[in-house]
């Protein structure tokens, strides 16, 4: 079992930036690749970033590359997603997921409000 606890979100003005962190708890998640999706209001949930176990690969989503950075730190079982440059169309709840290969993990997500 993983536990994933999201946080970070909050209510920005465009061109902002927001921090958003993600704490895995159960077991260590240094072995997994990482992933951060978002879905907004109305919409599906799209994927947003993801970072290899070791950190060295990253995937970006096309609407957020260029002002969004994943990275990771193991030793504190943590994954992070640093955005630049918000805009409202950034608007939406943020997850954290991660897959074991026996079981997909989710958070219960943080709310990122970017206000033009």
């Known amino acids: 079992q993983v536990q994933l606890v999201e946080s970070g979100g909050g209510l920005v003005q465009a061109g902002d930036s927001l921090r958003l962190s993600c704490v895995a708890s159960?077991?260590?998640?240094?072995?997994?690749?990482m992933a951060w999706f978002r879905q907004a209001p109305g919409k599906e949930r799209d994927f947003v970033a993801a970072i290899s176990w070791g950190g060295s690969t990253t995937y970006y989503a096309d609407s957020v590359k260029g002002r969004v950075t994943i990275s990771r730190d193991n030793a504190k079982n943590t994954v992070y997603l640093q955005m630049n440059s918000l805009k409202p169309e950034d608007t939406a709840v943020y997850y954290c997921?991660?897959?074991?290969?026996?079981?997909?993990?989710w958070g219960q997500g943080t709310q990122v409000t970017v206000a033009s």
């Open positions: 159960g077991r260590s998640i240094r072995t997994y690749t």
């Open positions: 997921r991660t897959n074991t290969g026996g079981a997909d993990y």
